[in-house]
């Protein structure tokens, strides 16, 4: 059976692949952008019917770049964002794990580390498995 750890690993391993830029599976206890962070999903059951239930897991991704300028920034941030939208559309078996991944929203955020603000994208992942 399908865990989330194996999940947020393999999303996380993808995802290091085509941004090249540092990125965990699991919120880190020290973090410095440029980035990515795949969060604790939520679950939900669906029942096609009484033989097969799939799990629906939806992992919030955050993406946070450093502040050289805001333009840069931006601009940086929506390539990371499209990356992800479309390596999950070509992956979107994860290697076997899933039978569906897709970005599902990206929305403008800002998160902190170390006593200072940087620049981020919340995204959306839903993964059936």
Same mark, same amino acid.
């Given at each position: 059976?399908i865990?989330? !750890?194996?999940?947020?690993?393999?999303?996380? @391993? =993808?995802?290091?692949?085509?941004?090249?830029?540092?990125?965990?599976?699991? %919120?880190?206890? #020290?973090?410095l %952008?440029?980035?990515?962070?795949?969060? $604790?999903?939520?679950?939900s059951?669906?029942?096609?019917?009484? #033989?097969?239930? +799939?799990? $629906?897991? @939806?992992?919030?991704? !955050?993406?946070?770049?450093?502040?050289?300028?805001?333009?840069?920034?931006?601009?940086?941030?929506l390539?990371?964002?499209?990356?992800?939208?479309?390596?999950?559309?070509?992956? +979107?078996? =994860?290697? /076997?794990?899933? $039978?569906? #991944?897709?970005?599902?929203?990206?929305?403008? +955020?800002?998160? #902190?580390?170390? /006593?200072?603000?940087? %620049?981020?994208?919340?995204?959306s992942?839903e993964?059936?498995?």
């Amino acid at each position: 059976m399908i865990n989330g !750890t194996d999940l947020a690993e393999a999303l996380a @391993t =993808l995802l290091g692949e085509i941004l090249d830029i540092r990125v965990h599976p699991y %919120p880190p206890d #020290t973090f410095l %952008p440029p980035g990515a962070v795949v969060g $604790q999903p939520t679950l939900s059951w669906e029942t096609d019917n009484r #033989t097969f239930t +799939a799990i $629906q897991w @939806t992992f919030p991704i !955050t993406l946070a770049v450093a502040r050289p300028t805001e333009r840069e920034a931006q601009m940086e941030l929506l390539r990371m964002v499209e990356a992800v939208g479309d390596v999950l559309a070509e992956s +979107a078996d =994860l290697g /076997g794990l899933a $039978q569906s #991944t897709r970005l599902m929203s990206a929305a403008p +955020a800002q998160v #902190t580390a170390s /006593g200072i603000d940087y %620049p981020a994208y919340l995204c959306s992942a839903e993964i059936i498995a």
